[in-house]
């Protein structure tokens, strides 16, 4: 304790040298993003802190940010917080990128578009070509992506496609954190890699508002990339992933996709209801199951599940569920 104690001392705001390598040298090896150097690396208390500074050190008010619908629930706060405005726009009908709807949204106030893959909530991995497709309209207009890549080592396939390293690194924003890929929620450590000029502004923003991660989290955060992968953990993931689909597939007025990536599966309920915002109250106060609602991903009439979860509460909870459909229906 006492030698953990007098490791006290603040860090360079951006990091520790040390982990700023590590993050680097992991997107090299994992993602073959050769550009990627420790400059480029910004760690922060989570991948929220790293996306508020992103969008806070990008937009001025009034800067629209494109984000395809259905999103996860706080791009909208954070790009708000930073004076700018969301712009949500559809996704294809299995939820992949929908690039004419994104260019068909671009106007001279777009500063940014926002991409999730492996997505919350839908665990939808974007495909290539409308992935290649997008970094073309990037490098065409004066946009930055913001690829927010949390969920990218937790793919149940070889389906993974990284952005087309045909893009500008100067307009691309990478958001990556150790909450899910690699479990650590609590430890709260996230990062952003950018272009070395988009890096020090927010290092110097944060200079004033968050100061470095701390610094026992970073240490933990070093030991996590050089542990060993653990395969056993995305079999177990894929399993559960099996699991709720057998289950759901049980329940007849429910639709889905089946998830490619991640640990959530984003359920149409439209043929039950549109308000999944009451859908999720009943169903928590009279079962006692906690699913989120699609008006948070912009999209009433769809429940998200988590199947981040022990197999029996899995079963159990779905279970739950079909009973209050058949109960409500009844
Ligand atoms: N991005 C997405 C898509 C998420 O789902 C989450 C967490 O739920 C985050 C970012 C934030 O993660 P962190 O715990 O690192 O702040």
Not at 155 to 184: H, M, R, T
Not at 223 to 230: F, G, M, Q, V
Not at 255 to 278: A, K, L, M
Request: charged share 20%.
């Amino acid at each position: 304790v006492k030698n953990k104690l007098s490791d006290n001392k603040y860090t360079p705001v951006a990091g520790l040298p040390e982990l700023r390598d590590a993050i680097a040298s992991y997107y090299q090896n994992y993602f073959h993003s050769g550009w990627i150097e420790s400059g480029n690396v910004t760690v922060t208390a989570g991948a929220k802190p790293a996306l508020t500074a992103v969008f806070m050190s990008l937009l001025n008010p009034g800067d629209e940010v494109i984000i395809p619908k259905p999103a996860w629930v706080s791009y909208q706060s954070e790009v708000e917080v930073a004076g700018g405005k969301a712009v949500f726009v559809e996704t294809t009908k299995k939820f992949d990128l929908d690039v004419s709807a994104i260019s068909n949204a671009i106007t001279k106030k777009t500063k940014a578009i926002v991409i999730n893959s492996p997505n919350n909530p839908t665990g939808k991995i974007y495909s290539r070509k409308p992935l290649d497709a997008l970094a073309e309209l990037v490098n065409l207009h004066d946009v930055t992506l913001v690829s927010d890549d949390i969920y990218s080592r937790l793919v149940y396939s070889e389906l993974y496609l990284p952005l087309n390293s045909e893009i500008d690194p100067a307009k691309l924003v990478i958001v990556n954190g150790f909450s899910k890929s690699q479990a650590l929620t609590g430890w709260r450590i996230g990062y952003c890699i950018s272009s070395q000029d988009l890096q020090s502004k927010i290092s110097s923003l944060l200079s004033h508002t968050n100061g470095n991660a701390p610094v026992t989290s970073q240490h933990a955060a070093i030991a996590a990339l050089e542990r060993e992968d653990e395969p056993e953990f995305l079999h177990d993931l894929v399993d559960k992933r099996d699991q709720a689909i057998k289950l759901l597939q049980d329940i007849d007025i429910v639709s889905f996709h089946e998830p490619e990536g991640g640990f959530y599966v984003f359920v149409d309920i439209r043929s039950f209801t549109n308000n999944s915002d009451q859908f999720c109250q009943d169903l928590l106060e009279s079962k006692g199951v906690g699913v989120v609602p699609g008006e948070a991903f912009e999209m009433p009439g769809y429940i998200r599940i988590s199947y981040a979860t022990n197999s029996s509460t899995l079963s159990s909870g779905l279970k739950k569920m079909k009973e209050f459909i058949e109960e409500s229906k009844s």
